[in-house]
Nanobody, 121 residues
Framework: QVQLGESGGGLVQAGGSLKLSCAASGFSFRDYAMAWFRQAPGKEREFVAA????????FYSDSVKGRFTISRDNTGNTVSLQMNSLKPEDTAVYYC??????????????WGQGTQVTVSS
């Protein structure tokens, strides 16, 4: 049974930092690319960051480039998203996803339930 469990969300002031984690199980983690998406109220789910199977390649949306860092631990089957210099517009539910290829579209095989991130001004 595939499981992706996000944690680390919460309430933070603008300019602050949060680190999200996603624990994976039920599939061969090291064979999959991992990604983070987010969805704000009334908006479509959007790509945030992705990392290939080895961790050697990363991809970011323009809105988070330079502020967020995605990383993975293939021993511990986890993927993380370090978020710095947070802005109110980063407020959203953040989702972890797994797929065969690191892409910026929503074409991923498995999804987590999401974790809420709220940035106050």
């Amino acid at each position: 049974q595939v499981q992706l469990g996000e944690s680390g969300g919460g309430l933070v002031q603008a300019g602050g930092s949060l680190k999200l984690s996603c624990a994976a199980s039920g599939f061969s983690f090291r064979d999959y690319a991992m990604a983070w998406f987010r969805q704000a109220p009334g908006k479509e789910r959007e790509f945030v960051a992705a990392i290939n199977w080895s961790g050697g390649r990363t991809f970011y949306s323009d809105s988070v480039k330079g502020r967020f860092t995605i990383s993975r631990d293939n021993t511990g089957n986890t993927v993380s998203l370090q978020m710095n210099s947070l802005k109110p517009e980063d407020t959203a539910v953040y989702y972890c996803a797994a797929g065969r290829v690191a892409v910026t579209t929503r074409n991923y095989d498995y999804w987590g339930q999401g974790t809420q991130v709220t940035v106050s001004s």
